[in-house]
């Protein structure tokens, strides 16, 4: 490795390392009709995705967890690729941080076979009320311009980026967008592919992880 270039990787989850978004997944299944608007409302910025998601899964009542669980567990999709690459930045020594506005119940049992991660950060959940109580354990920082990013992404790349690291996000939407700009190298596909072409955010496109490889040893290999 080229000692100017040391990378630390923030990697989204949703939609990213799965090939879909879960909670789109769970609300479509198992939310009343409506629930679109909440969606819409967070994509276009005019609710925090905190707010936003905190509404959504307030509309699932805990009877259904079981369902719910089982569902989104069975449903999701491993995007192709993701093995080698945590092999990839195990074999380099990459840091490798999954930060994710998606929820616990869900994501440790995906990554389970791909584990274990010492770094995963992401919103909790709380069954034992009627409906379902979203926790953000991960909060802005009061450097954060966003404020209500749920799993605050900013604040996690500050907290664990040094000065001479260069931070890499790989990410698909809304929830990537302040990390986006943050960060040294964006890797994008999806949304949030259109919104660093919109806001001339410098990033490389993937389809799956075998370019996130490709993208980052293209690095190391300057
Ligand atoms: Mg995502
Ligand atoms: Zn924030």
């Not at 967070?42 to 669980?69: D, H």
Request: charged share 25%.
């Amino acid at each position: 490795m080229s000692a100017e270039f040391n990378p630390v990787i923030f990697c989204d989850f949703d939609g990213t390392i799965t090939m879909k978004d879960n909670i789109v997944n769970i609300m479509d299944k198992f939310a009343p009709p409506g629930w679109e608007g909440i969606k819409d409302d967070i994509m276009a910025q005019r609710v925090s995705i905190q707010k936003g998601v905190s509404k959504l899964f307030a509309l699932l009542p805990t009877s259904q967890k079981e369902q719910i669980v089982s569902f989104v567990l069975e449903d999701a999709e491993i995007r192709e690729g993701f093995g080698e690459f945590v092999q990839f930045t195990r074999e380099k020594n990459i840091p490798l941080y999954i930060v994710s506005g998606g929820i616990d119940f869900f994501i440790h049992p995906l990554l389970e076979p791909f584990g274990p991660f010492d770094q995963v950060y992401c919103n909790e959940s709380d069954f034992s009320g009627e409906h379902i109580n979203i926790l953000y354990p991960h909060e802005c920082d009061e450097n954060c311009v966003n404020q209500g990013c749920g799993c605050c992404k900013p604040t996690i790349i500050r907290e664990n980026t040094a000065q001479q690291q260069t931070s890499i996000v790989i990410g698909d939407s809304i929830t990537d967008l302040e990390a986006a700009k943050l960060a040294d190298i964006v890797i994008a596909r999806d949304f949030l592919l259109e919104k660093c072409e919109d806001l001339n955010i410098p990033f490389s496109p993937f389809t799956n992880f075998h370019d996130c490889i490709r993208i980052i040893e293209a690095r190391l290999n300057v």
